[in-house]
């Protein structure tokens, strides 16, 4: 499986932000999916998850509300609508996917691994 992750840029504190994940395969709608970001000099951290049927959907407390991921399975696709966004939102974005179809929140949980999109906020 390869995960393209797109749609990140330069956006002004309190904008929005719509990232995409596509995956090649046919297996994509059985994968749970998730979203990590690192910043400099800090640790990869969870983001948002989602099921592989979407029932099940995972945020951090502190991210709640701002954020929001979907799936599209007809196109082998999962976004991440970020609204709001501070500049402590900066960071490399990356898309996850996981084989067991969990919404998982650990980066061992993940089986593959999209290349990133960076996200900059100016304040």
């Known amino acids: 499986v390869q995960l393209q992750a797109s749609g990140g840029g330069l956006v002004q504190a309190g904008g929005s932000l719509r990232l995409s994940c596509a995956a090649s395969?046919?297996?994509?709608?059985?994968?749970?999916m998730a979203w990590f970001r690192q910043a400099p000099g800090k640790e990869r951290e969870s983001v948002a998850a989602?099921?592989?049927?979407?029932?099940?959907?995972y945020y951090p407390d502190s991210l709640k509300g701002r954020f929001t991921i979907s799936r599209d399975n007809a196109k082998n696709t999962v976004y991440l609508q970020m609204n709001s966004l501070k500049p402590e939102d900066a960071a490399i974005y990356y898309c996850?996917?996981?084989?067991?179809?969990?919404?998982?929140?650990?980066?061992?949980?993940?089986?593959?691994w999209g290349q990133g999109t960076l996200v900059t906020v100016s304040s």
């Open positions: 996850a996917a996981d084989r067991l179809g969990r919404a998982g929140i650990r980066i061992g949980m993940f089986d593959y």
């Open positions: 395969g046919r297996a994509f709608s059985s994968y749970g």
């Open positions: 989602i099921s592989w049927s979407g029932d099940r959907r």
